[in-house]
């Protein structure tokens, strides 16, 4: 890098939600399900914000498993934002390796997405806007406005860093 021509700081003001939490599951054999997505034909290993491997935007759509999941966090969240009619749309799982990062994004328009750990790994998700920082950790699950950016540094451990993300839509007429 030669020079940095332009620096802002600013404050960001809009609102927005953020939880996090912890809850039980089963990792081995939700990572063992990742493991076997990312070598799915359907994959999308390295072609979105993910540098690392990633199953397909639906593969855990109808997984009776991570549904459980899901609608154990979902009480959680109802009972503390006031939420528009919504529908779970995606359900994906990542495997981070060593180098691996996730670019800074976010989930607009989505009405909130979340991503569950199913490890530890020594790798932190920023949420620059609001000054938030996660750490990684078997069980933890956070769950975010969907305009909120977010990202992480590369995994600088040789600790494969495994999760399942989800989204979430208005459903119109409603």
């Not at 021509?5 to 003001?13: I, S």
């Not at 855990?60 to 999941?69: A, H, K, L, S, Y």
């Not at 495997?95 to 932190?124: M, R, W």
């Amino acid at each position: 890098m030669k020079k940095i021509n332009r620096f802002f700081e600013g404050t960001f003001k809009k609102e927005y939600f953020f939880m996090e939490g912890e809850i039980d599951l089963d990792s081995k054999s939700l990572i063992e399900k990742i493991q076997t997505g990312i070598k799915d034909p359907s994959n999308k290993n390295d072609i979105t914000n993910v540098n690392g491997g990633m199953t397909d935007w639906q593969y855990f759509m109808n997984d009776p498993e991570i549904g459980e999941i899901i609608v154990n966090i979902l009480n959680e969240i109802e009972q503390q934002v006031a939420l528009p009619k919504y529908k779970i749309h995606e359900v994906w799982g990542i495997e981070i390796g060593f180098a691996g990062s996730t670019k800074q994004h976010n989930h607009s328009p989505c009405v909130f997405s979340a991503i569950i750990y199913l490890n530890d790994v020594e790798q932190i998700l920023y949420f620059p806007q609001i000054k938030k920082e996660v750490k990684t950790t078997r069980g933890k699950f956070v769950i975010f406005s969907g305009d909120l950016d977010h990202y992480t540094h590369r995994n600088l451990t040789h600790t494969k860093k495994y999760a399942i993300v989800f989204n979430s839509k208005i459903i119109k007429g409603f």
